[in-house]
């Protein structure tokens, strides 16, 4: 064969993408899910920046916060109104939301947390705890840990996390209504990336919740699409990567008392922004 003929036909093979890549993810989904199969529920325009969800308790009242106003909405998936909000601080950088005993509890971008206790009336009040580390931080992810009668909340850009590539878990205690400034956990990068089956420098967690049946804490990443799954200590024993083409920016998540599991979607530049449902089937 000629020379030419033989370098055109190669590069023909490989235009083509003849040959495997081998830095192909693979998907799988954990068991009692099919991440490939949700139910997708469309939200109205007020709610396109959504960043986080609480169900509370089912999908006909879904508590969700904008990332750009302090209100606090809830959500009937099945509404052709809109939806009823809460006020409860000025416009901000808002993250995400969950419930406890205590009442509401809103993230801030800056780690600080907004404790609102009812929305039982039209005018809500909020007391502001401030997240006060020094160094840069950043966050998105709070979740009531019961266990421990806190708030958990994880970094996504931490500067003390960057040169261990670790990411760290902080709590506010719902005894004290304070904040303890030493990790109570920390994941590694390395070892999500090494289950993941990917390179990955930094875990950037987006939104996290417990799952009310297995007792395990199931945390979504938006900038890593990934779905992570760890105990309550923080030990990391599964990673699941998540397809853009159905997470297009995955921001919150909670799971109704049956286990089946909400992934909120921001509509972000190229989609609208969803609710994802995903039936549980019981191992």
Known sequence: MDVRIGMFFL?????????????????????????????????????????????????????????????????????????PNWKFAKNGDYEDICHSDSGWFVLKSSGSLYHVPSLDTDSVKATHYKFEKEGKTEFETA??????????????????????????????SLDSMAFDYTPVFKFSATEIAALAGNDMRFFKPSAAAIHPLEKRLYIVASVNQLLVITDLDGHVQEAHNLKHRLFRQPEGISFAANGDMYISNEGGYDGVANILKFTYKKK
């Open 11 to 83: 590069f023909f093979l490989i235009s083509c993408n003849y040959f495997p890549d081998r830095t192909q993810k693979t998907y799988s989904s954990p068991e009692g899910y099919d991440l490939s199969s949700p139910v997708r529920y469309r939200v109205r325009e007020s709610m396109q920046e959504i960043s986080g969800i609480a169900l509370f308790p089912d999908e006909h009242r879904i508590m969700a916060i904008n990332d750009e106003e302090g209100k606090i909405y809830e959500i009937d998936v099945n509404a052709t109104k809109p939806y």
């Open 143 to 172: 979740y009531f840990d019961k266990n421990r009668h806190s708030i958990i909340i994880i970094c996504k850009n931490c500067e003390d996390d960057k040169k261990a590539g670790v990411t760290s878990a902080y709590r506010f």
